[in-house]
């Protein structure tokens, strides 16, 4: 996998051809992400915030969230190409697929072009903290047995999503725990639904510096 796209999609007004389309890559930071225990959900918050955190843990504390999208010129198209989080501003220099704790994600069984990723069904990707994840599943079950829409806290981000929208894309930074400040930061995935892996950049240290989900546009 050519990992250089990573780094040439945050560089702002980046330009690439893919015939017969030219394409402008523009970011966006839509936020600092609250990580209150370290341990990073990846996910569509809105159909399976119940997902399991990455194997590895992060240090706690408040991070950027950056987006890469992408302008298709042909069309005047916008789409969501990359979301990074960024833990430090060092350079990567290999990069390693994410796994859960499932013991079905062992890297070593993947083929070539195969991959672990997380399934999108409502068009919408995440990043969060465990504890956010937990709080936001809760409150959707709990709203699902009482019938009472607006206390889900999956309907609060689809409406801060719906204010954030423009020309294809959106993004939400949803504070979900008032005491710990523990919040969602949730963006359109790429084309759609699918399915998507995620990357932990590493430095020449073996530091993790950044966190980037790849929608594969």
Known sequence: MDYLKFVQAFQNQQVATSEPNEIIFNTYNIG????????????DPLVNP??????VTLNPGRYP??????HFQ?????RVVYAML???QQTPVRWEMATTCNEDENLSLLAEGEIFGYGVDSGTG???????????????YSAYSTKTRAE????????ELQKNYSDTWDWANVCVDNSTHANVIAFHSGWGDGI????FGYDATNNIVNVITDFNL
Do not use: W
Not at 32 to 43: F, N, P, Q
Not at 50 to 55: A, H, R, T, V
Not at 126 to 140: G, K, L, P, R, T
Not at 196 to 199: A, Q
């Open 50 to 55: 119940d997902s399991e955190p990455f194997k």
């Open 196 to 199: 998507y892996p995620t990357y």
């Open 74 to 78: 042909r069309n005047n198209d916008r």
């Open 65 to 70: 969230v950056i987006l890469s999208v992408a």
């Open 152 to 159: 889900d806290l999956t309907y609060q981000i689809e409406c």
């Open 86 to 88: 960024c833990l430090s």
């Open 126 to 140: 995440c990043f969060m903290d465990a504890d956010a994840a937990e709080i936001i599943n809760e409150s959707m």
């Open 32 to 43: 600092e992400l609250v990580l209150t225990s370290g341990r990073l959900v990846a996910c």
